[in-house]
C-alpha cells in the first residue's frame, strides 16, 4: 500500500464523518420525534431530520462547525505504514479542508493565527493504541465547539459518591441549556483521575446510540440519567419540549480511595463520526457507513 | 404563535408586531458577524470611522460560514448559527450603533440584549443549531466579503437570501424571552429530578 492510498482513505472518511450522520443516530433522532408533544420542539426536530437529509443528499456538511480534527487510532505493530501514520494524518486534514471543504478552525491560542488548513500545534490531536497484528482501525471524530465548550470536571468527595455524580450531570446539563445544541449525547467519564475520566467521557460518546454498557448496574444509571435529563423541559435548541438528549453513556476506571473524579463530555446532535479498518495488505473497509 | 415574512430593510413598525414564538421568514440581505466582527466595528465606531456597510434595517447573523470561491464568486457551502451568548459583550451597543432590526442566532441572549431590542425596535429570532444545509439553500448571493483577515469563520459575509428560516422568535422588542420562560419551567422541573434522583 502506497501513503497516497492510505491519505485518500483518510479524506474519505473525514468526508462520511462530516457529510453523512451516521444510521445510528438518525434513527434515534426520528425515534425522539414520534415521542416529541411540543410544537416548537418537532419543528426543531424536523428542520434537522431535514437538514441531515439534504446533507446527505448534496455531500455537504451538516454543521458549518466542521469541528476540531479528532483520531482514534488502533495501529497493529506490524502496519506497513506505522511510521509514516502521523504525517499521513496530518496530510489527510489538508487535504479534506481543501477538498470537503471544512472549516479552517484551528486558531494558534497566543498568536490567534489560523493557519487555514486545521492543523497546526498538537492539531490534529490524535489518540493512539498499539496492537498486535498488521491491521490500521482509524476512527475520525471531528468534534465541535459549542458542544465542546460547556464540557465539565468534578472532583466530588467520595462520600457524595454516585448522587453527587447525578446531581453534577443533572446541574451541568441544565446550565448548558441551549448553548450544546439539544438534544445531545452525554458522556460520563467516573473514576482514574482528572484527565483520565474526561478522556473516557469523550470515547464514550463514540458507543452506538441505544447500546447500554455491559455492567447492568451502569446500564440501568445510564438509563435512568437519560430520562432525568429528559424530564427537564430543555428540548431541542433549548427552545423547550421533551427532547434534551438522545443518550448516556457511562465508562468507569478504578478511583483513587481520596477521590471521586467526574468527566462530562457532551456531544451535539450531530454526532459525526466515521471509521475503517485497513488491513496490512491494503484492503480498506469502512465499518460505520454503508458505501456504494 | 403567527408566521410573518420580513423583507429588508425591515422597519421598526413591523418588528414591533413581533412576539416570542413567532414564526419568521427573512428575505433580503443579511450578513454574518461573530465575536472579532462584533469587536472590531465597535472599536471602529468608537473612533469615529464607518462600518463597510449600510446595515439599517438588515439582520445579523452570528454564523461562521464555510465559504468556497467558484470562478470568481464565493459560493456558500454551510452556514447554521453559532452561540449567541457569546456575543451578549457586544449586542446592545451593536444594534444602537449599526440599527440592525433582527439578530439571528442559536442558544438565546441575555437581559442587557434584551433591554436594547425593548429600547431600539429589534428581536433575536432562533436558527436551528447546525442545519447548516438549510440555511446555505436559502441564499442567493454572497454580495460581498469585509474583514477577511479575521478568518473565514471571523468575517463579514454580506449575503442576499430567499425566505431564510423557520425562525422562531426567542426574544421580542417588549423584551420578552423564550429562553427565559423556558428557564423558570426547568428551575422548577429540577426540585422534581432532585427529588426522583435521592439528591437532596
Same mark, same amino acid.
Given at each position: 500500500m502506497q501513503a497516497s492510498d492510505l491519505e485518500a482513505a483518510v479524506v474519505k472518511l473525514l468526508r462520511l464523518a462530516v457529510t453523512d450522520l451516521p444510521q445510528d443516530v438518525e434513527k434515534r433522532?426520528?425515534?425522539?420525534l414520534k415521542k416529541e408533544s411540543h410544537p416548537t420542539a418537532r419543528n426543531q426536530l424536523e428542520a434537522i431530520l431535514e437538514n441531515v437529509k439534504l446533507a446527505r443528499e448534496h455531500s455537504i456538511p451538516i454543521c458549518q462547525d466542521t469541528g476540531i480534527p479528532i483520531f482514534y487510532i488502533n495501529v497493529g505493530s506490524e502496519f506497513p505504514l506505522l511510521s509514516s501514520l502521523e504525517g499521513i494524518l496530518i496530510e489527510s486534514t489538508r487535504r479534506a479542508t481543501k477538498e470537503i471543504p471544512l472549516r479552517p478552525n484551528t486558531v494558534d491560542p497566543i498568536a490567534h493565527k489560523n493557519p487555514g488548513d486545521n492543523t497546526g500545534y498538537h492539531m490534529p490531536w490524535i489518540n493512539w493504541s498499539l496492537v498486535k497484528g498488521s491491521d490500521l482501525q482509524i476512527t475520525v471524530f471531528p468534534k465541535g465547539g459549542g458542544s465542546e465548550n460547556v464540557c465539565r470536571l468534578a472532583m466530588l468527595t467520595p462520600g457524595k459518591g454516585s448522587v453527587g455524580m447525578k446531581q453534577f450531570v443533572i446541574d451541568s446539563?441544565?446550565?448548558?441549556?441551549?448553548?450544546?445544541?439539544?438534544?445531545?449525547?452525554?458522556?460520563?467519564?467516573?473514576?482514574?483521575?482528572?484527565?483520565?475520566?474526561?478522556?473516557?467521557?469523550?470515547?464514550?460518546?463514540? !458507543?452506538?446510540?441505544?447500546? !447500554?454498557?455491559?455492567?447492568?448496574?451502569?446500564?440501568?444509571?445510564?438509563?435512568?440519567?437519560?430520562?432525568?435529563?429528559? !424530564?427537564?423541559?430543555?428540548?431541542?435548541?433549548g427552545l423547550g419540549g421533551d427532547t434534551t438528549a438522545l443518550d448516556v453513556h457511562i465508562e468507569v476506571a478504578m478511583r483513587h480511595p481520596a477521590s471521586f473524579p467526574v468527566g462530562l463530555a457532551f456531544q451535539c446532535w450531530a454526532a459525526r463520526r466515521a471509521s475503517a479498518t485497513i488491513t496490512g495488505k491494503g484492503e480498506i473497509k469502512i465499518t460505520s457507513h454503508k458505501v456504494k | 404563535?403567527?408566521?410573518?415574512?420580513? &423583507?429588508?430593510?425591515?422597519?421598526?413598525? @413591523? #418588528?414591533? *408586531?413581533? $412576539?416570542?414564538?413567532d414564526i #419568521?421568514?427573512?428575505?433580503?440581505? #443579511?450578513?454574518?458577524?461573530?465575536?472579532?466582527?462584533?469587536?472590531?466595528?465597535?472599536k471602529l465606531k468608537a473612533g469615529g470611522k464607518p462600518f463597510p456597510i449600510n446595515s439599517?434595517?438588515?439582520?445579523?447573523?452570528?454564523?461562521?460560514?464555510?465559504? $468556497? &470561491?467558484?470562478?470568481?464568486?464565493?459560493?456558500?457551502?454551510?452556514a447554521g448559527p453559532t452561540t449567541s451568548t457569546r456575543m451578549d459583550m457586544f449586542e446592545d451597543k451593536f #444594534?444602537?450603533?449599526?440599527?440592525?432590526?433582527?439578530?439571528?442566532? *442559536?442558544?438565546?441572549?441575555? *437581559? $442587557?440584549?434584551? @433591554?436594547?431590542?425593548? *429600547?431600539?425596535?429589534?428581536?433575536?429570532?432562533?436558527?436551528?443549531?447546525?442545519?447548516?444545509?438549510l440555511a446555505a439553500?436559502?441564499?442567493?448571493?454572497?454580495?460581498?466579503?469585509?474583514?477577511? @483577515?479575521?478568518?473565514?469563520?471571523?468575517?463579514?459575509?454580506?449575503?442576499?437570501?430567499?425566505?431564510?428560516?423557520?425562525l422562531i422568535v426567542a426574544i421580542d422588542s417588549t423584551g420578552a424571552s423564550?429562553?427565559?420562560q423556558v428557564k423558570t419551567k426547568v428551575e422548577q422541573n429540577r426540585q422534581k429530578i432532585y427529588a426522583d434522583l435521592g439528591i437532596s
Open positions: 433522532l426520528q425515534a425522539f446539563v441544565i446550565d448548558a441549556g441551549a448553548n450544546p445544541c439539544p438534544p445531545t449525547i452525554l458522556g460520563v467519564g467516573i473514576g482514574g483521575g482528572a484527565d483520565i475520566c474526561l478522556k473516557l467521557a469523550k470515547e464514550t460518546l463514540l !458507543r452506538p446510540m441505544g447500546e !447500554r454498557h455491559s455492567n447492568p448496574e451502569i446500564a440501568k444509571i445510564e438509563e435512568e440519567l437519560l430520562a432525568a435529563i429528559n !424530564r427537564t423541559g430543555i428540548g431541542p435548541m | 404563535m403567527a408566521t410573518y415574512e420580513l &423583507k429588508t430593510p425591515v422597519s421598526e413598525q @413591523d #418588528i414591533r *408586531k413581533l $412576539r416570542v414564538n #419568521i421568514y427573512v428575505t433580503g440581505t #443579511i450578513f454574518t458577524a461573530r465575536d472579532e466582527a462584533h469587536q472590531r466595528a465597535l439599517n434595517g438588515l439582520a445579523v447573523f452570528h454564523c461562521g460560514p464555510i465559504v $468556497r &470561491k467558484v470562478g470568481d464568486q464565493w459560493e456558500i457551502v454551510a #444594534i444602537e450603533a449599526f440599527n440592525v432590526r433582527v439578530v439571528i442566532g *442559536k442558544g438565546g441572549m441575555g *437581559k $442587557r440584549t434584551a @433591554d436594547a431590542m425593548k *429600547k431600539y425596535g429589534a428581536v433575536y429570532a432562533a436558527f436551528t443549531g447546525g442545519a447548516a444545509v439553500k436559502t441564499v442567493r448571493k454572497v454580495v460581498g466579503v469585509e474583514w477577511f @483577515d479575521l478568518g473565514m469563520p471571523e468575517a463579514l459575509w454580506i449575503m442576499e437570501v430567499e425566505r431564510f428560516g423557520p423564550l429562553f427565559d
